[in-house]
């Protein structure tokens, strides 16, 4: 049974870093890209980026592009998403959530989600 | 980047009654080699994360109750749950995944 558990909530102030990590078991992680999907309040889901499976490449939204980092620890089954130069409206739901198959870009399973709030 | 809009932003309807959402994308989402369109639909449930309804516009996930279906193609795509139940209260978004996903704004279904 696939499972991918999300760190805890995070409170930042503007200009800062946060680094959110996701657990996954159920599967062989380095057999499956992780895509990070965020949600803000009353918005829709937002794709930011992903690492694809076996070469871990990554490949962010142009929107993010320079602020966002994703890595992957497959030894520790954990992909990790950080975010830099936090302002008042990255406040949202950050997700990992699972490609159904290497190198696609469709989603099969989310993480329960982490809540990064921005504010001084 | 492929801009998806769904109507309408939201929907009341009776229990046992259907619901029909629909889903247009600004480009073609069905890829002519593999005659698949790239479009899922999603289900979330407030505070939870979303959950794969369909996939390829009309095949339903494992476990998925039949009174879900997904029909279209090309940019035009809908949902319908033909018999609408109590638990089926949520929000609803469209995704196409023909290149880097894109959501639409979210479709929220209540009861009448």
Known sequence: QVHLVQSGAEAKEPGASVKVSCKAS????????????????GQRLEWMGWINAGNGNTKQSQKFQGRVTITRDTSASTD???????????????????????GSYLIDYWGQGTLVTVSS | DIVMTQSPDS???????RA???CKSSQNVLYSSNNKNYLAWYQQKPGQPPQLLISWASTRESG???????????????LTISSLQAEDVAVYYCQQYYTTPSFGQGTKLEIK
């Open chain 1, 80 to 102: 990790y998403m950080e975010l830099s130069s936090l302002r008042s409206e990255d406040t949202a739901v950050y997700y990992c959530a699972r490609a159904h198959a290497s």
């Open chain 2, 20 to 22: 029909t959402i629909n």
């Open chain 2, 64 to 78: 998925v109750p039949d009174r879900f279906s997904g029909s279209g193609s090309g940019t035009d795509f809908t």
């Open chain 1, 26 to 41: 159920g599967y062989t992680v380095s057999s499956y890209a992780m895509h990070w999907v965020r949600q803000a309040p």
């Open chain 2, 11 to 17: 929907l009341a309807v009776s229990l046992g009654e």
